[in-house]
Nanobody, 122 residues
Framework: QVQLVQSGGGSEQPGASMRLSCEASGRTPSTYAMGWYRRAPGKDRDFVATVRGDGSAPYYGVSVQGRATISRDNTKNTVYLQINSLTPDDTAIYYC???????????????WGPGTQVTVSS
């Protein structure tokens, strides 16, 4: 079993930046991608970002391109997501995800974190 522990999030003002973290533990695949999805109220799930097990090939969803940076520290089994220039449209529950990346870019994100609320408002 794999556990994903998320931290960060909360309330932010428009224009601010936020940083989320997600630490993986347990029986992780030998090589795995980590990333983020989000779900805003009344909307479908939205892909945010992902990165390969070796930290290469970061890939971003359209809604955050140019504003987001995903990175990982494999010494800490942790992935980070920073989003700059926040807008109210970034308000959502953010979910950390993990999946075997041996067939990259095809990744089945088998494991999901509990989610963390991010609210952007003035």
């Amino acid at each position: 079993q794999v556990q994903l522990v998320q931290s960060g999030g909360g309330s932010e003002q428009p224009g601010a930046s936020m940083r989320l973290s997600c630490e993986a533990s347990g029986r992780t695949p030998s090589t795995y991608a980590m990333g983020w999805y989000r779900r805003a109220p009344g909307k479908d799930r939205d892909f945010v970002a992902t990165v390969r097990g070796d930290g290469s090939a970061p890939y971003y969803g359209v809604s955050v391109q140019g504003r987001a940076t995903i990175s990982r520290d494999n010494t800490k089994n942790t992935v980070y997501l920073q989003i700059n220039s926040l807008t109210p449209d970034d308000t959502a529950i953010y979910y950390c995800v993990l999946g075997d990346d041996s067939k990259w870019p095809l990744v089945d994100y088998e494991y999901w974190g509990p989610g963390t609320q991010v609210t952007v408002s003035s």
